[in-house]
């Protein structure tokens, strides 16, 4: 199966802020790849954006992990949302939102 239809990356950039949100429907493996991946590239980058996830017991479609960075006055947030998304195996985001 296509890991872009597994994990549905959304990047939104605004004045400042970065937001990434990978959408993994249910599935608790995948929730539990997404944390390593954040948790390695939070290791090996020192960065620390600020990471939580939406659960909705009755849409399990809308299960996600968002990654925002506010008051990212030099862009830095983008490195880390490439590196997290290289490491799901993920190569393009929805453009929906």
């Known amino acids: 199966m296509d890991r872009c239809q597994e994990i549905k990356a959304h990047v939104r950039m605004e004045e400042r802020y970065e937001g990434l949100s990978l959408m993994f429907g249910d599935n608790k493996r995948l929730k539990g790849e997404i944390l390593q991946a954040v948790d390695d590239v939070k290791k090996e980058t020192g960065q620390t954006p600020f990471v939580f996830d939406k659960i909705s017991n009755d849409r399990p479609d809308i299960q996600c992990i968002y990654i925002e960075f ?20 993920i190569d393009h985001c929805e453009s929906d939102i």
Do not use: A, N, P, Q
């Open 70 to 89: 506010h008051d990212d006055v030099h862009r830095e947030g983008g490195e880390f949302f490439e590196k997290v998304l290289k490491k799901l195996k």
